[in-house]
Nanobody, 117 residues
Framework: QVQLVESGGGLVQAGGSVRLSCAAS????????MGWYRQAPGLERELVAA???????FYADPVKGRFTISRDTAKNTVYLHANRLKPEDTAVYYC???????????WGQGTQVTVSS
């Protein structure tokens, strides 16, 4: 089993920044990639950014150039630096961990990010 604990988020003004953290514990050896998803009210959960163990990254078009994902492998922690935030970035942000050796995908409990205009 893998446990994911998120921190960060909160209320921020448009144009501001926030840093989300996700610490993984347990059977983390099976993880090959970690990422951040978000879900706004009434919308489906969507992938925001992801990073592999090898350091390859992916960003969804709406956040390219504004968000940065990074990973501290020694701490089994992934970060999402969200800059130049917009009201449309308001959502619950979820950490995700996956790997072909993992029995299933793992999810954090979610952390709210609210961007005021």
């Amino acid at each position: 089993q893998v446990q994911l604990v998120e921190s960060g988020g909160g209320l921020v003004q448009a144009g501001g920044s926030v840093r989300l953290s996700c610490a993984a514990s347990g059977d983390t050896i099976c993880i090959s990639a970690m990422g951040w998803y978000r879900q706004a009210p009434g919308l489906e959960r969507e992938l925001v950014a992801a990073i592999t163990n090898g350091g390859s990254t992916f960003y969804a078009d709406p956040v390219k150039g504004r968000f940065t994902i990074s990973r501290d492998t020694a701490k089994n922690t992934v970060y999402l630096h969200a800059n130049r935030l917009k009201p449309e970035d308001t959502a619950v942000y979820y950490c995700n961990a996956e790997g072909s050796s993992c029995p299933w995908d793992y999810w954090g409990q979610g952390t709210q990010v609210t961007v005021s205009s």
